[in-house]
Every structure is written in C-alpha cells, then in structure tokens.
C-alpha cells in the first residue's frame, strides 16, 4: 500500500485525473479529502457528469456498481471492496420476481440500495432523497417496492399510493434506539430531531421531521434552530459539523455503519497508484440495469 500524504494524493489525482467522491457516512477523514461528500443520488450524478477520466468511490459496494454504470468511460475504483449492504444483499433477484409475480402488472421500483440484478429487472429506482417523486412518476397506480420496509411504508404513506413493499431493512437503521432518542429530546429540549426514513415508525412519531440525507442539509440551511439531533448513520455528525460550523449536531440511535467505515486514506492513495480495485461490471447486465437507474437520476 503507497504511503499517503496529501500533497502526494493531490499529485495523484491530478496525474489520473481522479475525483474522489465519499458518502455522507464515510469517516471524517475520508469526507476530508474527497472533493466531494453527498448522498447516492448526489454521487451517481457527479460520476456521470464530472469531466475526470477515474473515480474513487468511497462507499459500499452498490454505490460504486452503480457510479460504473453510469459512467462506462471512466474507471471506477473502489477502496473498499469488502464493503457490501445487508439491506441489498437481502433482496437477490429471485425474491424481487416471487413478489413481482404475485403482482403481475404494477411497476417495480427498487432502492439504490439494491443489486444490479434487483434494478435490471425494476423500471426505475430511486433514492432516499427522490423516492416519494419516483413513485409518483411510476406508470401504474400501485407500486412494487424493495428492499427497504421501512422506507416503503413511509413513501406509501407521503404519496398515498399503494405500494407492494419487500420485508427487508438496514439493520443499523431499522435497529436504532428509540429509548436514546427519546433520552436526548429531553436532554436537548430545543433540538430539533430528523431522522431517517430507514429509521423503524416509532422514530418517525419522536421527530421534527423525516428526511433523506440531502434533506436534512436542506433542513438545517434553512431552520432557525441551534441544535440538532440526527438520527441516522453518526457519520453524517461530521457532514453536518463541517457545512453549518455555529451550529451544534448530536448523533442520536447508536446507528453505526461497519460497512461504511472500511475506506481509508491510505486504500484511497493506493487504489489511484494501482488502478485497482477497479469495478467491473458484465456489461449486458450493466445494460439491463441502465435504465432503471437513468429513471433515479432523471427524476427529483
Ligand atoms: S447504512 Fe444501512 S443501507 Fe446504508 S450501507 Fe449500511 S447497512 Fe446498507
């Protein structure tokens, strides 16, 4: 592994004509040296658009598949290629088509969060951030929907559609603890708390609002309140801390991501000298999973 330095890693970069691109959840000191941190939709897009020949996905591993195929021509590199998600591996491609098959007709949409098989076979898939608008725009009134239940039942709820949802969730999310929650509310009375749509209902009746990642920036840029209490993956702490610095953030729900924590400065310097671990997608399957995910960056 090369040693990193951040003169060196600029160097790097400017040689590959790289850009690193982190999730919200990263560890602080990934978020530090990307050039850009944002949620799933924000990376897939700046994948496709930037003007860079190489990208450094730092994420877990459906980010990166889906940053390949929206970007054929340039090499996308993960450095972290153990990093998977309990909550796409818990839908494979058999599943989706048993409740495909019991409603014949509607129109899958499947979250990011989802295996290239999973979205090959959906008509469009969304992120946190435009899942409520995804749906909305599906071509039939009611809606097949994975692998997130919770986020399911929250769409169906804000949208008032019909949606036939899949029984899987994030166990760090779906696992958040609700009696922390309700400890810091009290401990921080002039807080407000957000929390995440993955989050279980019962976190969702605590807060002030329920919102994407992106939303909760939004949120925060916008409210006149000091402090806030976050309830999603703690790394988003750091996301906040750095955009809105007067303000005062507490993570909140023990919810930690191991997956989201395996990338490290050092992987990311070694990936940009090596070139590798580059994702290689089949590309009829990355074809087959291209306009599903041309529908998530094209709507909301
Ligand atoms: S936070 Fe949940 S959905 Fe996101 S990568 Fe981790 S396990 Fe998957």
């Known amino acids: 592994m090369g040693t990193f330095s951040r003169s060196g890693l600029e160097r790097l970069k400017a040689r590959r004509r790289a850009v690193i691109l982190a999730h919200s959840y990263q560890p602080p000191e990934i978020q530090d040296i990307a050039d850009l941190v944002g949620d799933s939709l924000e990376l897939s897009r700046a994948a496709a658009s930037l003007d860079c020949d190489a990208v450094v996905l ?3 591993r459906f980010m990166a598949e889906t940053a390949a195929v929206l970007a054929p021509g340039k090499a996308v590199l993960n450095p972290a290629p153990g990093a998977g998600c309990p909550l796409a591996d818990s839908m494979d491609a058999s599943s989706l088509r048993r409740l495909q098959e019991e409603h014949p007709g509607d129109a899958t949409v499947v979250y990011v969060n989802s295996s290239l098989e999973a979205k090959a076979a959906s008509w469009a898939c969304c992120t946190s951030a435009n899942a409520c608008a995804v749906v909305s725009a599906a071509p039939t009134r009611e809606v097949v929907f994975g692998p997130d239940r919770n986020l399911g039942a929250f769409v ?15 166990p760090p999310h779906d696992g958040a603890d609700i009696a922390d929650m309700e400890r810091m509310r009290r401990a921080w009375p002039d807080a407000r708390l957000l929390v995440h749509p993955e989050t279980p209902p ?16 939004a949120y925060v840029k916008s409210s006149g309140a000091r402090r806030f209490l976050i309830g999603t993956e703690a790394g988003m702490v750091h996301r906040l801390s750095v955009l809105f ?3 005062e953030f507490s993570a909140v729900g023990r919810i930690g991501c191991p997956n989201m924590k395996k990338a490290s400065p050092e992987a990311v310097f070694s990936c940009l000298e090596d070139m590798e671990p580059r994702v290689r997608i089949d590309p009829s399957l990355a074809e087959a999973a291209r306009a599903a995910i041309g529908r998530m960056t094209a709507i909301g």
């Not at 169906?156 to 994030?170: H, I, K, Y």
């Open 156 to 170: 169906a709820r804000s949208t008032g559609r019909t949606l036939w949802v899949f029984d899987g969730s994030c």
């Open 245 to 247: 610095p007067g303000r």
């Open 58 to 60: 730092c994420g877990v």
């Open 202 to 217: 019962a976190a969702w009746d605590l807060a002030d609002a329920v919102l994407g990642t992106g939303a909760m920036i």
